[in-house]
């Protein structure tokens, strides 16, 4: 069980705008920056966003993230084949101390 | 470029021990605080434990599914980071990775390639 909730599954087809949610508490989320991560199949894990909604460079700026109160979301607009991966969201938490992730979720392009 | 190049990985028996090593390159390794992660098969990420840098007495922290068992430590004048594993469990099988805390230590922004750790007899 992990203690950033994700929903295990988001598809869309091509072009579309998929979104995926990340749910915390107010010792997480609620405190700290949001890191979201992709996981292409048999790859490490890549940043993809950091301080809630900032891309590092070479990241498409069809990445999005957002943060509000103890959640967070990440979107994909223009969704691609490419990015069929696995999508991680990330935070420190201040109670009990340690970085926390969520459970991911797949992203499957129709 | 930055880069995290993980080795040590291996088939070791339950309750026996191993050594991840993590060599760093391409940024200043004794400014940043690093930390490993590790991603069981098929499952998601879980945070090991991560050691802060020399400003704050190189620290240690650590998941309480691996407090007791695992330590952290690092090497600034040769740009490495390691993972000393004992009482190894089979439920420690997995991919362990290494990382690059970012500069607020509040993420992390790079992560190495990962080296897999099997338990069983």
């Known amino acids: 069980q992990s203690v950033l909730t994700q929903p295990p599954s988001a598809s869309g087809t091509p072009g579309q705008r998929v979104t995926m949610s990340c749910s915390g508490s107010?010792?997480?989320?609620?405190?700290?920056?949001v890191y979201w991560y992709q996981q292409l199949p048999g790859t490490a894990p890549k940043l993809l966003i950091y301080g809630n909604n900032q891309r590092p460079s070479g990241v498409p700026d069809r990445f999005s993230g957002s943060k509000s109160d103890t959640s967070a979301s990440l979107a994909i607009s223009g969704l691609r084949s490419e990015d069929e991966a696995d999508y991680y969201c990330?935070?420190?938490?201040?109670?009990?101390?340690?970085?926390?992730f969520g459970g991911g979720t797949k992203v499957t392009v129709l | 470029e930055v880069q995290l190049v993980e080795s040590g990985g291996g088939l070791v028996q339950p309750g026996g021990s191993l050594r991840l090593s993590c060599a760093a390159s391409g940024f200043t390794f004794s400014d940043h605080y690093m930390d490993w992660v590790r991603q069981a098969p098929g499952k998601g990420l879980e945070w090991v434990g991560r050691i802060r840098n020399k400003a704050k007495s190189y620290t240690t922290e650590y998941a309480a599914s691996v407090k007791g068992r695992f330590t952290i430590s690092r090497d600034d004048s040769k740009n490495s980071l390691y993972l000393q594993m004992n009482s190894l469990k089979t439920e420690d099988t997995a991919v362990y990775y290494c990382?690059?805390?970012?500069?607020?230590?509040?993420?992390?922004?790079?992560w190495g390639q990962g080296t897999l750790v099997t338990v069983s007899s």
């Open positions: 990330a935070a420190w938490d201040d109670s009990p101390s340690g970085r926390v």
């Open positions: 990382n690059k805390a970012s500069r607020g230590a509040d993420g992390l922004d790079y």
């Open positions: 107010s010792s997480n989320i609620g405190s700290n920056n």
